[in-house]
């Protein structure tokens, strides 16, 4: 069993920053592209932001240059630094994992259970 679990949520100003942490724990051969998504009220979910195993990176048009994932491969761990946050960047925010469990099998597609991320003043 592989689980995401995510931390660095909470309540923050307009402007203000947080850091999202995500660490995958289990049985894991590798780990591929690992994402950030999120769900407002009322909305599908969308991305916000993915990268590789390589540090090849995708952000969505809305966060560009305010967001930026990283990752630790050592640790199977990503993270999401989240800058100069507005109001519309209130949401869940969702952990996913490309996950290989054990070699020659196939990869598994796994979520966190969300983090609240809150922009209010």
């Known amino acids: 069993q592989v689980q995401l679990v995510e931390s660095g949520g909470g309540l923050v100003q307009p402007g203000g920053s947080l850091r999202l942490s995500c660490a995958a724990s289990?049985?894991?051969?590798?780990?591929?592209?690992m994402g950030w998504y999120r769900q407002a009220p009322g909305k599908q979910r969308e991305l916000v932001a993915t990268?590789?195993?390589?540090?090849?990176?995708n952000y969505a048009d809305s966060v560009k240059g305010r967001f930026t994932i990283s990752r630790d491969n050592a640790k199977n761990t990503v993270y999401l630094q989240m800058n100069s946050l507005q109001f519309e960047d209130t949401a869940v925010y969702y952990c996913?994992?490309?996950?290989?469990?054990?070699?020659?099998?196939?990869?598994?597609?796994?979520w966190g259970q969300g983090t609240q991320v809150t922009v209010s003043s």
């Open positions: 289990g049985t894991i051969f590798r780990v591929n592209v």
């Open positions: 996913n994992a490309d996950v290989v469990r054990r070699r020659y099998n196939p990869p598994s597609v796994i």
């Open positions: 990268i590789t195993s390589g540090g090849t990176t």
